[in-house]
């Protein structure tokens, strides 16, 4: 039993010393804080979720989903130290972050049908008519899986580039129209949350109380949501290598933190922050009726 003490002991003392000896990159100690960021922000999400319900319109869900693509996405991109030829990892981790994005301008929509919805139930029309939800959610989804697939396209051409280079991932890699086209209706979608959140001011009178909170919360948001996906544009669409993950420049990573990841922070922080002072909204009720129902002030 001594001997195999110290056969075992020593061994596995090399094999994590020899782990914490691996150069973190950048990238890397990102997605250490936002493994420590994003965790209790999922806790909170799924407390948000269970106070309001899991309602599409609640957009609760989608902020799950995201934080949830973003835990997966830093682990993924963490587990890429010790297999650093490993595609598969690569592109798992880049699809987490397509998925991300999509998932955060879809919250960002329900949201706002959230507080369009109470609106409609004290008898208001909206010039946002439910009509004009759904086609924006049908477009918003169209692009979260035309993302998916996009990325999954870029497998080959990724696999090319991490074992052409030894690990450091110069060359360039070929965006396909499918990412593209993804990107384009995610842009769309925003696009229309922002005008929706800029009609809905005009209404402001006919908005709950507490429901304003939350349309601030969306409108202070958006700007925030707009410069990341100028970043995704840019990276998409463009040929500057500082925005470029594959066959870019060193800086790319710190345009990445500044335009990108801090970015969503500060909309997750907006967004949950407004949800913790929202109490439950009513639930639906014939219009005739709604003004003779009790309900609490938010």
Not at 213 to 241: E, H, K
Request: proline share 4%; hydrophobic share 50%; glycine share 10%.
């Amino acid at each position: 039993m001594t001997s195999l003490r110290i056969l075992v002991l020593p061994q596995l003392y090399l094999n994590v010393n020899n782990y914490f000896k691996m150069a973190l990159h950048p990238l890397n100690s990102i997605s250490i804080v936002e493994l420590a960021i994003y965790t209790p922000a999922l806790l909170i999400a799924i407390l948000l979720s269970t106070r309001h319900g899991f309602r599409k319109n609640a957009g609760w869900l989608y902020l799950i989903i995201f934080t949830t693509t973003r835990i997966v996405g830093s682990s993924l991109n963490l587990a890429t130290i010790a297999s650093p030829s490993n595609p598969n990892l690569i592109v798992a981790s880049q699809v987490m972050y397509s998925i991300g994005v999509s998932a955060l301008v879809i919250c960002l929509s329900n949201l706002l049908g959230r507080v369009l919805l109470g609106i409609r139930q004290q008898g208001t029309q909206t010039f946002i008519s439910p009509r004009h939800q759904r086609l924006a959610q049908v477009v918003m989804l169209i692009g979260l899986i035309l993302s998916i697939v996009g990325q999954s396209m870029m497998s080959g051409e990724i696999g090319d580039a991490v074992s052409g280079t030894t690990g450091q991932q110069a060359e360039v890699v070929t965006v396909p129209n499918e990412s593209q086209a993804g990107l384009g209706l995610t842009m769309a979608g925003l696009g229309f949350v922002v005008l929706g959140t800029l009609v809905t001011m005009v209404e402001i009178g006919a908005v709950e109380p507490g429901e304003k909170r939350l349309l601030f919360g969306v409108g202070l948001a958006s700007p925030f949501m707009i410069v990341r996906i100028v970043f995704s544009g840019l990276a998409t669409f463009g040929t500057d290598p500082r925005f470029k993950s594959y066959g870019g420049v060193g800086s790319f990573v710190w345009y990445f933190l500044g335009m990108g990841v801090i970015m969503e922070m500060m909309v997750v922080l907006i967004l949950e922050g407004a949800g913790l002072t929202l109490n439950r909204q009513p639930s639906a009720v014939p219009v005739g009726r709604w003004r003779e129902r009790k309900f609490e002030v938010y």
